[in-house]
Nanobody, 126 residues
Framework: QVQLVESGGGLAQAGGSLRLSCAAS????????MGWFRQGPGKEREFVAG????????YYADSVKGRFTISRDNAQNTVYLQMNLLNPEDTAVYYC???????????????????WGQGTQVTVSS
C-alpha cells in the first residue's frame, strides 16, 4: 500500500519559515516527479511546486517563486518544501503528491499525480 505522509506544518508568523516533509512508503518514487499542492479556505486546490524525478529541475507557482524551495532525497524516498517569508495568503492545507508516470517533465495538474498525502495544515498569522 502506497502512503505519503506529510509533516512539519503548524503555525507561523508572517515573515517566518516552515519546512514540510513528505515521506513515501510502499513504492519507490525515484523515477517519478513529485509535487506540492495546497488548498486555502474557500479556495480550490492549487499547484505550489514540483520537482523532477532526479531533483535536477524544479518548477514553482508564481505566488511562491523566490520564497519556497522544493527538494528531494531519493535515498530516503522523501520530498521537502522549505517555505520562507511566509504571509497570511500562504495559509492552507498542503498536500504532497506522487507522479503517476515516470516522466521527465514536472506536471502542474493534480490529475497527473496518482498518490496523495493526507495534508498538513499551515497557518500564517499577520
Amino acid at each position: 500500500q502506497v502512503q505519503l505522509v506529510e509533516s512539519g506544518g503548524g503555525l507561523a508568523q508572517a515573515g517566518g519559515s516552515l519546512r514540510l516533509s513528505c515521506a513515501a512508503s510502499g513504492r519507490t518514487f525515484s523515477n517519478y516527479p513529485m509535487g506540492w499542492f495546497r488548498q486555502g479556505p474557500g479556495k480550490e486546490r492549487e499547484f505550489v511546486a514540483g520537482i523532477s524525478y532526479n531533483g535536477g529541475r524544479t518548477y514553482y507557482a508564481d505566488s511562491v517563486k523566490g520564497r519556497f524551495t522544493i527538494s528531494r532525497d531519493n535515498a530516503q524516498n522523501t520530498v521537502y518544501l522549505q517555505m520562507n517569508l511566509l504571509n497570511p495568503e500562504d495559509t492552507a492545507v498542503y498536500y504532497c503528491a506522487g507522479g503517476s508516470r515516470p516522466i521527465s517533465r514536472i506536471p502542474t495538474i493534480g490529475s497527473e499525480y496518482a498518490y496523495w498525502g493526507q495534508g498538513t495544515q499551515v497557518t500564517v498569522s499577520s
